[in-house]
């Protein structure tokens, strides 16, 4: 490699690394937002009171 192809490569791993964090913040949105959401919820209620329920 020479200085010139280092040059143009210098900011990728930053850009990457950038969009990463981005892909990751908006699945943990997206996450947050089917865990806090009433379906879900009553899904775990119902699980919880079928086993609480349940014979022996």
Do not use: Q
């Not at 964090?21 to 009553?42: P, S």
């Amino acid at each position: 490699m020479n200085a010139l192809e280092l040059h143009r490569d210098a900011g990728s791993a930053a850009v990457e690394y950038t969009v990463v964090i981005l892909v990751a913040a908006a699945l943990a949105a997206v996450l947050f937002k089917l865990v806090t959401g009433g379906m879900v919820v009553d899904l775990l209620a119902a699980l919880v009171e079928d086993a609480l329920e349940a014979p022996g």
